[in-house]
């Protein structure tokens, strides 16, 4: 009964993650917590197996368990097609969470593959079901994206794929042309991950494929920048760059008939002083579309650079960053370890094998809860001198006057 009580509440797993288990526990404590909650994805009670789902893929973000779960992927595809049909939307959007991680872990084979057969079908008809919750729905859109974008083998999978999520994101483009306004609606949030799921499999076609969705879409995706949500008129931005990328690549003398409206319009949105938006949104607008303008009138990319243990990663164009960008808000804060352990996403990124660290040097690179703690309290401790330091020569200045 002791034992069975580590893993009957599957919420302080989902919230706590593996970081304990990595620092006071086992490689055996985490798999029989995980078997655990693999059992609890079957509980009569909805939270309870939201929190399971929840679990397992906070823990599979933050490890490798490869061979763990490739013993247990039928079960595991099994409970997730189950939430996923009977489930309601948090349940929806953990179990679809989930498959996502599952096919990170998996990276590009058979077993991969049959998960996508598998789930495919049920994300493509919760995506496309009207009813159902918004939420789930793009949940479902970004899952669905990034699971062709691993698994799928069979071109005309990720051509249904494509068609599926852009039947999805151009009912935000403008319909009529007198209005120069796109006002945002609940299914906005929906539009936005379809278009970046879409943009994602864009950059593993065919050129053929390729040119045809430029054809298609290089004169309707501006019109999503004047959309009335900052997260559209972003996510638009970016896949724009991405394109001119994509067409640049193929024809390096590449031509676009609009290229003056479409600079003026990017042009406006990186100087952006509208008093109506949020400043924030009007900072984060203005970075980004700074960028953009740059890629598209000048060809250039700002590099990134992106720490993992002992390596460096270098993001120095848009398909990259995109790319980045997907997994990382999928896996958070593991995407660091996955960088460095995941060979299917160290192949992504060209980074080559994983470097192997023996025990001891991952033990100096590691900081310990203690260390950490008393590093965050001094810093906090010398910004609060410095701070009240600047406050009192702001007084007496005011004195002074």
Request: with cysteine.
């Amino acid at each position: 009964m002791s034992h069975c009580s580590g893993y009957s509440d599957p919420s302080s797993f989902a919230e706590d993650g593996p970081e304990v288990l990595d620092e006071e526990g086992t490689q055996e404590d985490l798999e029989y917590k995980l078997k655990g909650l693999i059992d609890l994805t079957l509980d009569k009670s909805a939270k309870t197996r939201q929190a399971a789902l929840e679990g397992i893929k906070n823990a599979l973000a933050s490890k490798m368990l490869y061979e763990f779960i490739l013993e247990r992927r039928m079960t595991l595809t099994d409970s997730i097609e189950r939430c996923l049909k009977k489930g309601k939307s948090d349940e929806q959007r953990a179990a679809a969470a989930l498959a996502s991680v599952i096919c990170i872990q998996l990276g590009p084979g058979i077993e991969s593959e049959e998960i996508l057969k598998t789930l495919g079908p049920v994300l493509k008809k919760i995506i496309c079901d009207g009813t159902a919750n918004i939420q789930a729905r793009q949940t479902c859109a970004t899952c669905f994206g990034v699971c062709c974008f691993i698994a799928t083998d069979d071109i005309t999978e990720l051509y249904s794929t494509l068609e599926c999520l852009e039947n999805i994101f151009i009912k935000s483009y403008l319909k009529e042309k007198d209005t120069n306004v796109i006002c945002s609606t609940p299914n906005t949030v929906l539009h936005i991950s379809s278009l970046l799921a879409w943009t994602l499999l864009l950059t593993i076609c065919p050129i053929n494929e390729v040119k045809k969705k430029l054809e298609m879409h290089f004169h309707k995706l501006p019109s999503l920048l004047s959309c009335d949500d900052v997260n559209m008129r972003i996510a638009a931005g970016e896949s724009l760059a991405l394109l001119f990328e994509l067409a640049r690549g193929m024809e390096s003398d590449f031509f676009y008939e609009d290229m003056e409206s479409l600079t003026q319009m990017l042009r406006a949105l990186a100087t952006d002083g509208n008093k109506h938006r949020a400043k924030v949104d009007k900072r984060k607008q203005r970075s980004v579309f700074r960028d953009v303008l740059r890629a598209v009138e000048e060809r250039d990319f700002p590099t990134e650079t992106v720490k993992f243990g002992p390596e460096r990663m270098y993001i120095d164009c848009w398909v990259k960053k995109h790319t980045y960008d997907t997994f990382k808000e999928i896996l958070g804060s593991g995407m660091q370890y996955h960088l460095q352990s995941n060979e299917f996403l160290r192949n992504v990124f060209e980074l080559g094998p994983p470097v192997m660290l023996d025990a001891a040097t991952l033990k100096t690179m590691k900081i310990s809860r203690f260390e950490r703690h008393l590093y965050n309290s001094a810093a906090f401790k010398a910004r609060t001198k410095a701070r009240s330091k600047c406050r009192d020569k702001r007084a007496d200045v005011g004195e002074f006057f």
